[in-house]
């Protein structure tokens, strides 16, 4: 398939280091797809859901121990340690790959090398990057063939003399987790995962290229890989304006990528569109914008919660040609369930580590809470027409956010780029008792790249308002967003999901330099009347309060930040420093 000669001196040498009994690669043709499909229900590694209500779908187990991404696994390997900074984990590289190779070496002898050349993006996109997956997993096979572009038009665009491509070795072994390991060696462009077949660890495509090694490649390339969605809102007239969002889990990312506009506005003609839901690479563009694209094919979620309610389109989305992994099963139809999927649990079903499952009665989960849904991007209702242009759409505004019950306003916008990089570097999530047992205690996220940056955080702070440099006066603005202000009972004081275009709108407005704000301490806070409630039950009362900025709890936010910007020491950029200081001098005042 390839006359590479990188490409196949590696392949080789990982033949010769895993010993399989055969070796695949993987065409991207639906006919060698189904043929793996057919074979991964006959091994029982995927079970064949009912054709009829889910065609094209399957469900997957996972072992019992590795069920989600393990982050006190996942190693930044480079030369230098401080290169990896405060906030990775780090190995010594030649140490590391000896290890890796130990544990890898003879796991595949009676298995088949399956070898995935994939592309990140579109496959003609100057912004795209290929790598080659080499797996003895079908589930990984498949999953790749959902996530990105994959196969023989890869190699024939990427051609037979680059090198700039990522390697990336994937072996089964016994699924140990006291041997789990997940490598990144960012200044070799490789990556190696053992003992692990969960998603998340495998697919390397998605976290461990996409943002770990693409965020060091983006910094020497002058461009940009975040944990961005991006999506765009388009207006009665027709304009598409497109705007990027950075979240921490739990805070509605995915629903807000395929946000479904109020009544109000529906009936007015606005229209969201769904470009991504996870991932973002951006960089300059011939017009001197900022330009993104979406590195992937699919969409990899989280099950439990997705319903007819909280995300229409996400539910509608996964109804063909999917792999769900750990949900539930129904036996009575041959369908899956979920948690928060709709109130009729199986009676007659099996739950996510295969045992009977009464759902009416059980007291367990059916399905695990990590539990996920791989599904073609192509079946979103709202799938943007720019979701595979090699161009990439401009982008107009960057949004931070984050769950915080007090402090943070509705929406603020960030003062000038620099003053942006500022409010992204300070981003924080408030815990929930459901999760920790404690309500409130702060976890700082920094552009939500805190467990996906491939090298130190205080350099990626710096690569930013480098970017800000480059782009100049045609930068995006920057925005913060909290949708989840609490009122002294603890209710929500802002309705959320398809509301949240009403803020949207004030900031694409703020864009085009066509609605007032006014001046805070912390940046440029909308007018009450400027935010359209329309339609919307909400007091002024309640609006006034999640749009107002209270110093004394803004000068304890800064004491924290001061804290937390300590564990980058010297690499901490100095303009941070600067707008830290400003931000308590104006707060002072």
């Known amino acids: ?149 994959v196969g023989k038009e890869v190699l024939a665009h990427f051609g037979d003399t680059s090198n700039d491509w990522v390697r990336g070795l994937h072996a089964s072994c016994d699924i140990d987790e006291e041997k789990r390991y ?180 059980a007291e367990e989960k059916g399905a695990h809470p990590n539990s996920r849904f791989t599904a073609p991007a192509e079946n979103c209702p709202c799938i943007s027409k720019e979701f595979s242009s090699p161009a990439g759409v401009p982008i107009s505004a960057i949004i931070f956010g984050g769950r915080r019950q007090k402090t943070t306003p509705l929406v603020y916008q960030s003062r000038d780029w620099n003053h942006g990089v500022f409010v992204g570097s300070i981003m924080a999530s408030e815990t929930t008792a459901a999760a920790t047992g404690q309500v409130g205690v702060v976890r700082r996220d920094p552009m939500a790249m805190l467990p996906f940056c491939g090298y130190h955080m205080g350099d990626y702070f710096a690569h930013w308002i480098e970017m800000g440099e480059i782009l100049g006066d045609k930068a995006p603005k920057i925005f913060n967003v909290n949708w989840f202000r609490q009122d002294e009972n603890g209710k929500f004081m802002w309705p959320g999901f398809g509301d949240n275009l009403r803020v949207l709108d004030w900031i694409l407005e703020r864009c085009e330099n066509s609605v007032d704000a006014r001046e805070t301490p912390i940046g440029y806070l909308p007018y009450a009347k400027d935010i359209n409630t329309e339609g919307l039950d909400i007091e002024q009362e309640n609006l006034e309060k999640i749009l107002t900025v209270d110093c004394d709890e803004w000068l304890g936010e800064a004491a924290a930040i001061e804290e937390f910007y300590q564990k980058f020491g010297n690499k901490l950029p100095n303009e941070l420093k600067k707008q830290l200081a400003e931000l308590k001098e104006r707060l002072s005042k």
């Not at 590479?4 to 639906?30: A, F, H, K, Y």
């Not at 230098?80 to 405060?86: I, L, N, Q, Y």
């Not at 592309?119 to 996109?125: F, H, N, Q, R």
């Open 182 to 361: 997940i490598c990144h060696f960012p200044e070799d462009n490789t990556i190696i995962s053992v003992n692990s077949g969960y998603g998340g660890n495998v697919l390397l495509g998605k976290k461990c290229f996409a943002l770990r090694i693409a965020s060091f490649q983006g910094k020497h390339e002058q461009w940009m890989a975040e944990h961005m969605l991006i999506l765009g809102v388009e207006n009665p007239k027709g304009e598409v304006k497109y705007i990027t969002a950075a979240f921490p889990s739990a805070c509605g990312k995915t629903n807000l990528a395929m946000l479904i506009p109020p009544e109000g506005y529906r009936r007015k003609g606005y229209k969201v569109w769904t470009v991504g839901d996870d991932i973002s690479w951006m960089r300059k563009g011939p017009d001197g914008r900022l330009w993104a694209i979406n590195p992937e094919k699919g969409f990899f979620g989280v099950a439990p919660g997705t319903n007819q309610k909280s995300n229409p389109n996400a539910l509608a989305t996964v109804q063909k040609g999917t792999i769900y992994t750990n949900v539930a099963l129904n036996l009575d139809n041959d369908t899956v369930w979920w948690e928060g999927l709709d109130k009729n649990p199986p009676k007659n079903g099996v739950d996510w580590m295969g045992r009977s499952w009464d759902g009416t009665t």
């Open 1 to 149: 398939m390839t006359k590479n000669e990188t490409m196949l001196n590696w392949v080789g040498q990982m033949r010769e280091l895993v010993q399989p009994d055969q070796v695949v690669w993987i065409d991207g043709s639906e006919e060698q797809l189904e043929a793996l499909r057919a074979k991964a229900c006959k091994d029982g590694d995927l079970i064949k859901l009912n054709q009829e209500k889910l065609p094209g779908c399957y469900l997957h187990r996972t072992a019992l121990n590795d069920v989600a991404r393990v982050e006190a696994r996942t190693f930044i390997c480079t030369k230098k340690e401080e290169d990896a900074g405060p906030t990775n984990h780090w190995k010594e590289p030649a140490e590391t790959y000896q290890m890796l190779y130990d544990i890898a070496r003879d796991s595949y002898k009676g298995k088949t090398m399956y070898v995935i050349p994939y592309s990140m993006g579109p496959v003609t996109s100057p912004y795209a990057k290929v790598g080659i997956e080499v797996t003895d997993s079908i589930y990984v096979v498949l999953n790749m063939a959902i996530m990105t572009r």
